[in-house]
């Protein structure tokens, strides 16, 4: 009985340590919530830093909006990153970042977009004719309400003094991605998103480039969640590195 006892102690041991190894990725993974124009950006730093840290990333890239609102609800985010501050305010109201973490991680700027086989030229500023360059179709663009691409959008064409104009001829989307779609698809002959997603986008072409004093400057804040893990901190500090900028320099983002 002894040497079954013995062999049965073994095989337990054996088993624990089995699940012990098998639970350890994953109570080590990183989950980063980050605004859906740093899809192909992120995604890739995510890669990159699973290859050589062996541990995992898990991303989710939507509006700031509905990602800060997830947060708060207790979603189970270690990092965000949001495409405007006013997110990010919103989340430190409510408690819910470590404190001393925020930090400007990269910026952007806002384009008009039309489909890459369009031939239409239009210069942006004061009275600019968006409306009638539309020829009855809607612009597409974020929707306002809950995007920062949107409430960029909507602060430009208010500078302009076009907004009430074209408000009736919105294409509202979920988040950006949505809107640069619209526009790639041809189902939209004009759009506003942000350059980098114009950049990822072969089926879309730049028409203008927004004047930098049209709206508030495009930043994009990072922070560790109050319940980020220790791996999370690993990954904020790459996510400052000069690899890691040397990724997002290329994806068309700027320094703050």
Request: glycine share 8%.
């Amino acid at each position: 009985m002894g040497r079954w006892r013995q062999l049965g102690a073994a095989f337990v041991g054996i088993l624990l340590a089995g699940l012990t190894h098998a639970a350890a990725p994953e109570r080590a993974a990183i989950t980063v919530f980050a605004a859906a124009s740093l899809t192909e950006s992120v995604g890739a730093l995510a890669a990159a830093f699973e290859q050589r840290s062996g541990l995992r990333v898990r991303t989710s890239f939507a509006s700031s909006g509905t990602l800060a609102r997830q947060i708060e609800a207790g979603a189970g985010a270690d990092l965000f990153i949001s495409a405007d501050a006013a997110w990010m305010d919103f989340l430190e109201q409510h408690h819910a970042l470590r404190a001393g973490t925020r930090h400007n991680l990269v910026a952007n700027r806002l384009v008009l977009i039309a489909p890459a086989t369009s031939a239409l030229s239009l210069k942006l500023g004061p009275d600019a004719p968006v409306a009638a360059a539309l020829h009855g179709e809607r612009l597409a663009l974020a929707d306002p309400q809950n995007v920062p691409a949107g409430r960029y959008a909507q602060a430009a064409f208010t500078s302009f003094g076009i907004w009430s104009e074209l408000e009736p001829h919105l294409l509202r989307g979920e988040d950006v991605r949505v809107a640069l779609m619209w526009v790639a698809r041809g189902e939209a002959p004009l759009g506003v998103v942000y350059a980098t997603d114009a950049r990822a986008e072969p089926r879309v072409r730049v028409v203008d480039t927004f004047p930098a004093s049209s709206h508030p400057p495009i930043v994009y804040p990072l922070a560790l969640t109050s319940a980020a893990t220790p791996a999370a901190v690993e990954f904020a500090a790459f996510l400052d590195s000069p690899e890691a900028r040397g990724v997002f320099l290329q994806a068309g983002f700027t320094t703050p």
